[in-house]
Nanobody, 131 residues
Framework: HLQLVEPGGGLVQPGGSLRLSCTTS????????ISWFRRAPGKELEGVIC????????YSAESVKGRFTISRDSVLNTVYMQMNNLKPEDTAVYYC????????????????????????WGQGTQVTVSS
């Protein structure tokens, strides 16, 4: 049974930082691109950032560029999303997702943030940015 486990999330003040983690269960992430999506209240699901299989295959949405980064630990089968300089508009439920259909080239472009490519999803974790 393929699963993604996302502990973490929480309440943080504007300008603060938070790190989310996503760990695979039942499969190795070596063959998968891992991305984060988010759904803000009343809004559609939005792709945030992607990490392909290769270290340099990364893509992020304009709304988080320069503030969010993504990294992976293949030994722990875990992907981390570091979120800095958080803003109230970053408030959302965050989901990690895995795809073995996205190529490394695609992982460096906007297609990596299209939810339809992803087959395995985490349960979601709430991030609230508020003073």
């Amino acid at each position: 049974h393929l699963q993604l486990v996302e502990p973490g999330g929480g309440l943080v003040q504007p300008g603060g930082s938070l790190r989310l983690s996503c760990t695979t269960s039942g499969f190795s992430m070596e063959d998968y691109a891992i991305s984060w999506f988010r759904r803000a209240p009343g809004k559609e699901l939005e792709g945030v950032i992607c990490k392909g299989r290769q270290d340099d295959s990364t893509y992020s949405a304009e709304s988080v560029k320069g503030r969010f980064t993504i990294s992976r630990d293949s030994v722990l089968n875990t992907v981390y999303m570091q979120m800095n300089n958080l803003k109230p508009e970053d408030t959302a439920v965050y989901y990690c997702a895995a795809s073995n259909r996205i190529t490394d080239a695609q992982a460096m472009g906007v297609i990596s943030l299209v939810s339809g490519w992803y087959d395995v999803w985490g349960q979601g974790t709430q991030v609230t940015v508020s003073s």
